[in-house]
Each structure stands twice: as structure tokens, then as C-alpha cells.
């Protein structure tokens, strides 16, 4: 069993940074990819990133390519998204996700092969 806790949400303008933070308790933590998700009011949850256990490949949803950062620290069982040049349409409650077979077959981007999910943290970016 693994449990995710985000944190780090707020309001900023548009262009402003924010940091994500998710800490997991379990001992799978290390051996799982991690992921972040968004979902904005009145739209399905969407991908937003993905890392490898060893936190060697990472992978995006084109809309932040360039402007999120997806890292982890397994030393402290915490996975952060680092969001530069904020837009309003990243307005949304973001939650990160443990993939516990993140080698097997399928899609990265599928929120299906996400086991565990925290209970996300709200980001409001004004314009």
C-alpha cells in the first residue's frame, strides 16, 4: 500500500512558478514511476508527467513540454513538479500517481495504470 500526500498549490499570475511537492509512505515508493495528473473543472483528468523509479527518463503531456519539470528524491520518497511560466488554462487540482509496474505494457499516459493517487492540491493561476 502506498499513500501520496500532494502539496504546494496556490494562486499565482499567469507567468509566475510553482513548485509541486508529493510525498509517498510504503516501501514501493522506489521501484514505482510516478506521475502527475490535472484535472480543471468540467474536463476529464488529464497527464501531465511521468518518471522512471531511477528517475533517468522522463515524459510530458505536449501542453507543458518546456515549461514543467518532472524530478524525484527517493532518499526522501518525494516527487516534485516544478511549473514555470504559468498559463490560466493550467488552472486545475493536480495529484501525482504511483505506477507500481511501471514496465509493463500499455500507455504511460494511462491514469488506469496509476494504483495509488493522493488526494491533490489546487493550482489557480490568474491572468
Known amino acids: 500500500q502506498v499513500q501520496l500526500v500532494e502539496s504546494g498549490g496556490g494562486l499565482v499570475q499567469a507567468g509566475d512558478s510553482l513548485r509541486l511537492s508529493c510525498v509517498a509512505s510504503?516501501?514501493?515508493?522506489?521501484?514505482?514511476?510516478m506521475g502527475w495528473f490535472r484535472q480543471a473543472p468540467g474536463k476529464e483528468r488529464e497527464f501531465v508527467a511521468r518518471?522512471?523509479?531511477?528517475?533517468?527518463?522522463?515524459y510530458y503531456a505536449d501542453s507543458v513540454k518546456g515549461r514543467f519539470t518532472i524530478t524525484r528524491d527517493n532518499a526522501k520518497n518525494t516527487v516534485y513538479l516544478r511549473m514555470n511560466s504559468l498559463k490560466p488554462e493550467d488552472t486545475a487540482v493536480y495529484y501525482c500517481?504511483?505506477?507500481?509496474?511501471?514496465?509493463?505494457?500499455?500507455?504511460?499516459?494511462?491514469?488506469?495504470?496509476?494504483?495509488?493517487w493522493g488526494q491533490g492540491t489546487q493550482v489557480t493561476v490568474s491572468s
Open positions: 500517481a504511483a505506477d507500481p509496474r511501471p514496465f509493463s505494457s500499455g500507455s504511460r499516459d494511462d491514469s488506469a495504470r496509476y494504483d495509488y
Open positions: 510504503g516501501r514501493t515508493f522506489s521501484t514505482s514511476a
Open positions: 518518471i522512471t523509479p531511477g528517475g533517468l527518463s522522463t
